[in-house]
């Protein structure tokens, strides 16, 4: 697993500008380029309408107060509430549009993430916490959404500002007017030496923001181990330890912020002092006061436009490296899917053949060699072995979770690296040690695996696996709300409603591991009685550490040792007295 994806080590964002990753991302922006033009038509609008403001002041200033000319003067006023009214307009106009785009892109990426993570094998979430991923799903995006959408608008309204103020400003005093630039190099001074800290400072944010939803997210999962081993106060430790970074880096990254910000304002104030006392103490009386108050209200506006571009550079450099994020979980190689020349698996009988099949999880270390077995339609197989010998790797390579190194694993004849997923795995009933629970209804748990299911056959497969007597004496019966992973449920509860949800797919091939491990005596007994119902005509694959749960299974495999160390019925077995006898006696003695 890479480092960067523990909880606690930061990942790195400090990657150099890749224009490539910002034209890959405008795709999302062009699906809205017309709303986005509009958007931009809208803030021009607001813009010329605010700086006519500075002009009826200089009128008013100048020529109607002085000569008394109260009509002209109330025409001037409303001319003014009407440029305000326009711009408050065409600015609410263009918030609700680039909301309602920003929202789009939202949408767009995650939906586009959301559908890749649902291809992704096993062996992706085998070695990533989710709290990374959630991060990079719900917190990058949200930052990237803004700079597709009003970071593009934003970009080139920033320059028109720049320019029409400048425009303004200057058609009423050239002298005045390049007393405002004469601040530009020293804000351009103060930028250069402090954008770099600010991006530093932000970046530092997100990753110890993404570190804390990884922790929270591992402890909410744990919280049961926690409480069972009494860990609360040493997770509190960590989780304190992970919102004072937080913490302090949201400070730091504020402070940072608030420099250029008071920067900027001093600036401000250094410049219209700076144009005030040259305006009146020298230029006067060859300048009225009307146009000093005109100049010095554009020299306000001048500066922010300048500060807002400078922003807009550094967070335009955070979300290449939020980009590269995304797309790097984008990227991430479907190694299990359809072949480019996968066929439909037509409807099968049973037979599954392992062919000299080899596999590991990682290239340097096998947890099969040269695995070799046929199992005939309507054969039970029952796995056995010591934990960790392949067991579960066995049936997760029948239903094909992972790519196999070496071999190959034939369904009635067929490849199965050569038919496509959604055939293969349609007409296969799987349950694994894992009896995951939904948030949602009882009956839309065990609808998952056929969602056309009716409720009559919903209880029919309750009433075989021996569920429908708890089920029903809850107070809502089958449409009782579970809450997500069923923490309501007991793990044997859990585990009948998982088997009544695999059997109502009416599989082929069913894969049961360790189906009654959470299961009490009495129940365990009924249940056998349905197992052994429903494996006649299905060809059925059976892990159970429970020994006396399989004895009437057509054949028996000990798994060990990357391979088969034994295989017969119960009974040969029994009288071969190798490694399975060895297992059987020491559990019926025990």
Not at 133 to 140: A, G
Not at 388 to 404: D, Q
Request: with cysteine; hydrophobic share 45%.
């Amino acid at each position: 697993m890479a480092k960067r994806n523990r909880f606690d080590v930061d990942e790195s964002l400090e990657t150099p500008f890749n224009a490539a990753h910002l034209k890959r991302a405008l795709v999302y922006g062009k699906r809205h380029v017309k709303k986005m033009v509009i958007a931009l038509i809208c803030s021009i609008i607001s813009v010329l309408s605010s700086l006519i403001y500075p002009l009826i002041l200089q009128r008013a200033f100048d020529v109607t107060i002085p000569g008394k000319k109260y009509m002209e003067l109330v025409g001037l006023a409303v001319i003014a509430l009407v440029t305000i009214l326009v711009s408050i307009v065409m600015v609410c106009i263009r918030s609700r549009l680039m909301v309602i785009v920003g929202q789009e892109i939202i949408y767009d990426i995650r939906k586009d993430l959301f559908e890749h993570l649902q291809k992704l094998p096993f062996q992706f979430y085998d070695d990533r916490p989710q709290g990374k991923i959630l991060t990079r799903v719900i917190h990058y995006v949200n930052n990237v959404s803004d700079i597709l959408s009003n970071g593009i608008i934003n970009f080139f309204l920033e320059i028109l500002n720049i320019l029409f103020i400048g425009i303004f400003m200057f058609a009423v005093n050239v002298q005045l007017s390049l007393i405002v630039l004469a601040g530009v190099p020293i804000f351009l001074g103060i930028i250069f030496i402090i954008k770099p800290r600010q991006r530093k400072a932000w970046q530092n944010v997100s990753n110890k923001g993404a570190n804390l939803n990884a922790y929270t997210q591992e402890s909410i999962d744990g919280v049961k181990v926690t409480q069972l081993f009494d860990r609360e106060e040493r997770n509190e430790e960590t989780y304190e330890i992970l919102s004072k970074d937080q913490k302090k880096a949201w400070v730091g990254a504020q402070y940072v912020a608030n420099v250029v910000w008071a920067s900027v304002e001093n600036i401000t104030c250094w410049v219209l002092g700076a144009l005030y006392l040259v305006g009146v103490l020298v230029l006067q009386p060859g300048v009225s006061f009307g146009t000093i108050v005109a100049v010095s209200n554009y020299a306000s506006r001048f500066w922010q436009p300048l500060l807002n571009l400078s922003n807009l550079y550094n967070n335009l450099i955070n979300s290449i490296a939020y980009l590269e994020r995304i797309f790097e979980l984008m990227d991430e190689p479907v190694t299990v899917d359809d072949a480019p020349d996968a066929t439909e698996l037509p409807p099968i009988r049973g037979r599954v053949t392992f062919d000299d099949v080899t596999f590991g999880y990682t290239p340097d270390r096998n947890i099969l060699e040269h695995l070799s077995f046929e199992a005939k339609p309507g054969e039970s197989i029952a796995l056995v072995g010591p934990t960790g010998a392949g067991k579960t790797t066995v049936v997760n390579l029948i239903s094909r979770f992972y790519n196999i190194n070496d071999g190959k694993v034939l369904i009635d004849g067929h490849d199965i690296a050569h038919v496509t997923l959604h055939s293969l795995r349609s007409q296969m009933g799987i349950m694994l040690q894992d009896s995951f629970i939904f948030s949602g209804t009882i009956l839309d748990n065990i609808r998952y695996a056929k969602l056309d299911a009716t409720e009559e056959e919903v209880k029919k497969a309750c009433r075989t696996v021996c569920a429908d007597q708890f089920i029903e004496e809850m107070e809502q019966g089958y449409y009782t709300q579970v809450n997500e992973r069923g923490s309501r449920l007991s793990q044997g509860q859990k585990q009948l409603i998982a088997f009544a949800r695999t059997l109502l797919a009416d599989p082929k091939i069913l894969i049961l591991d360790e189906a009654t491990s959470s299961i009490d005596a009495k129940t365990e007994k009924l249940v056998q009685i349905a197992i052994d119902e429903l494996l006649k005509g299905r060809t059925s694959f059976i892990i159970a550490h429970r020994l006396s749960t399989i004895k009437n299974c057509d054949k028996i495999m000990v798994i060990s040792d990357k391979g088969i160390l034994e295989c017969g019925r119960h009974e040969e077995l029994i009288e071969k007295k190798g490694a399975y006898y060895k297992l059987y006696t020491a559990q019926i003695s025990g």
